[in-house]
């Protein structure tokens, strides 16, 4: 198979490979077999996700001589709880499941977290396999080994660090991908453009109609470049202590946006959107981002389809927010500016900057634009 790129995840003994290019869902068995032989295979994903896919997964992996047996979960963030993995947990046992029969996730971000939580917990961990079939499962979710279920008092409150064995990202599923998540995730790729410097961007914006598109040509090189980005971030810092806060560009805002609106009402990825125009804005206030930066962060991702104005909540009420998220130190609040594009910083920044910031961003914004 040709124009496929490999690359590394570097963490000693848990490293492993991320495969990204066209056609990888009919080497699935052979790719399996490679890190995690064994008799049998549980196939984890969702009604939707399996109905387009599951067949060809399931097929690659039985002509690599596993056994598979197929747990489907209900589609969205609902389900990332749980009581879904216990569902999970229940099936394994009536499958039989031993402690090295792999685990292959089918699926978004969701299944991702969920079926990545189950494989880390079930036997103490199994060997698992992501197949991220969204854009931003792609670029983001299946690697690191963040994996996760919601509570009611809050999402990602349970899970634990557990590394896959193995991605597989074929950029030909993102066809089928319904806009709104397609743009959502474009936005994270626009992170790692703003944070990894001038070519990934560069490429993006040279060639911006293919990539909303998710033309497969170009999306395969973005693709691969954010995973690379995401990879050696998270060699450089696997539990997130330290360096790995920097993907968090946009997040700080972003996640109050998400809190404040009820999740749900923005996709992440637009939250996340506004969330590096605000950034970008208190960079600027705070003598940190110069203006040319500002114009190209907030110019691009609205180029890119993506929103970029604050919705109309006080300053102080999406400061409050911030301040009850786990970032906030003594009323600092932590966040992800830009010196330039390419080489972010981690800082605390004074409440009354951001709320002064916040209160003239969306003029600013427009200015900008
Ligand atoms: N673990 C991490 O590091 C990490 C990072 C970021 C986000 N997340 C988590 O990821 C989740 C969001 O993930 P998401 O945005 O992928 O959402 P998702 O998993 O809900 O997928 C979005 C929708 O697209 C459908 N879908 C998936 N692939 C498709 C395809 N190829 N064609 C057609 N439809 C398809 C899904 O069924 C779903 O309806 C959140 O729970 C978030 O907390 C985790
Ligand atoms: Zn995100």
């Known amino acids: 198979m040709s124009d496929i790129t490999n690359l590394e995840v570097a963490l000693g003994s848990r490293s492993y490979h991320v495969l990204v290019g066209e056609g990888l869902?009919?080497?699935?068995?052979?790719?399996?077999?490679?890190?995690?032989?064994?008799?049998?295979?549980?196939?984890?994903?969702?009604?939707?996700?399996?109905?387009?896919?599951?067949?060809?997964?399931?097929?690659?992996?039985?002509?690599?001589?596993?056994?598979?047996?197929?747990?489907?979960?209900?589609?969205?963030?609902?389900?990332?709880?749980?009581?879904?993995?216990?569902?999970?947990?229940?099936?394994?046992?009536?499958?039989?499941?031993?402690?090295?029969?792999?685990?292959?996730?089918?699926?978004?971000?969701?299944?991702?977290?969920?079926?990545?939580?189950?494989?880390?917990?079930?036997?103490?961990?199994?060997?698992?396999?992501?197949?991220?079939?969204?854009?931003?499962?792609?670029?983001?979710?299946?690697?690191?080994?963040?994996?996760?279920?919601?509570?009611?008092?809050?999402?990602?409150?349970?899970?634990?660090?557990?590394?896959?064995?193995?991605?597989?990202?074929?950029?030909?599923?993102?066809?089928?991908?319904?806009?709104?998540?397609?743009?959502?995730?474009?936005?994270?790729?626009?992170?790692?453009?703003?944070?990894e410097g001038k070519d990934l961007l560069a490429f993006v914006e040279g060639n911006l109609a293919d990539v909303i598109a998710l033309r497969s040509s170009e999306m395969r090189q973005v693709v691969a470049w954010c995973c690379k980005t995401k990879a050696r971030v998270v060699s450089e810092d696997e539990r997130d202590e330290g360096r790995r806060a920097i993907l968090n560009f946009g997040h700080t805002v972003g996640h109050a946006l998400e809190t404040l609106q009820g999740y749900g009402t923005y996709e992440h990825g637009e939250a996340v959107s506004i969330g590096m125009a605000a950034a970008a804005v208190i960079g600027l206030k705070a003598g940190l981002t110069d203006e040319t930066t500002a114009r190209k962060v907030v110019g691009l991702l609205s180029r890119a389809g993506l929103p970029v104005r604050l919705p109309s909540v006080p300053a102080e009420v999406i400061a409050g927010s911030i301040l009850l998220d786990k970032k906030a130190r003594d009323r600092q609040m932590r966040f992800v500016l830009l010196r330039k594009i390419g080489e972010p910083v981690v800082t605390s920044v004074p409440e009354d900057v951001v709320v002064g910031s916040l209160g003239q961003a969306n003029h600013l914004i427009d200015r900008m634009l």
Do not use: C
Not at 42 to 53: A, G, K, P, Q
């Open 25 to 195: 869902l009919a080497q699935a068995g052979d790719q399996v077999r490679r890190v995690a032989p064994a008799e049998r295979v549980t196939l984890i994903s969702n009604d939707t996700v399996f109905e387009l896919y599951g067949d060809a997964v399931v097929q690659a992996l039985k002509a690599a001589g596993y056994s598979v047996d197929v747990v489907r979960v209900g589609d969205g963030e609902r389900h990332k709880s749980l009581s879904a993995a216990t569902n999970i947990y229940e099936k394994l046992t009536s499958f039989g499941a031993q402690r090295w029969d792999p685990v292959v996730v089918l699926g978004g971000g969701v299944i991702g977290d969920l079926g990545g939580f189950v494989a880390g917990t079930y036997m103490r961990g199994v060997p698992l396999i992501h197949v991220p079939t969204t854009l931003l499962a792609q670029v983001d979710s299946s690697i690191g080994g963040k994996t996760a279920v919601n509570l009611p008092a809050g999402k990602n409150l349970v899970g634990m660090f557990y590394q896959p064995r193995l991605v597989l990202s074929d950029i030909a599923v993102l066809a089928s991908l319904p806009a709104k998540y397609a743009l959502g995730g474009l936005s994270e790729v626009l992170k790692y453009g703003f944070l």
